[in-house]
């Protein structure tokens, strides 16, 4: 039941990220840790919220078949596109400082991307292993 909940709420969360940057995704671009100032740029992130939409749909089509093991392995494959952002985001030699104004006096801007794309994989992998254990 617990993975079932947070498959749930992981395709929720794709869902919703997705949609955001289509609509905003300067403050997408902002939160997925690479700064885009150019206008023409800013359609990467619009694909890339494209992905997330595409791959909340399909794990949502999974959890609807009611086949938990598809489902596991699906969420397990989706904690790879969050190590693979973790790793583009830290490969950036510039980072997303010149953004701080978006997220505040708190924490540097870098290191809540970093962090959001790490938790991301750790949560998904936890989910996924739920799934397959019955939880």
């Known amino acids: 039941m617990v993975g079932l909940v947070l498959s749930g709420l992981t395709i929720a969360g ?6 955001a940057a289509l609509v905003a995704p300067r403050m ?9 100032p150019d206008r023409r740029a800013l359609a990467f992130t619009r694909a890339m919220g494209v ?3 595409v791959i909340g749909v399909l794990l949502g089509l999974v959890l609807w078949t009611g086949s938990r093991a598809a489902l596991a392995w699906g ?23 010149s953004a ?4 505040g006096a708190g924490a ?15 949560g998904l992998l936890l989910a ?7 939880f």
Do not use: F, M
């Open 14 to 19: 794709l869902l919703v990220i997705g949609v």
């Open 51 to 53: 992905r997330d939409l």
């Open 28 to 36: 997408a671009s902002t939160q997925y840790g690479i700064v885009l």
């Open 75 to 97: 969420v397990a494959a989706s904690a790879l596109i969050a190590v693979v952002d973790y790793a583009v985001v830290r490969a950036d030699p510039q980072g997303p400082e």
């Open 100 to 103: 701080g104004a978006a997220w």
């Open 108 to 122: 540097p801007p870098r290191l809540v991307s970093l962090a959001l794309h790490a938790t991301g994989a750790v």
């Open 128 to 134: 996924a292993l739920l799934l397959a254990a019955g």
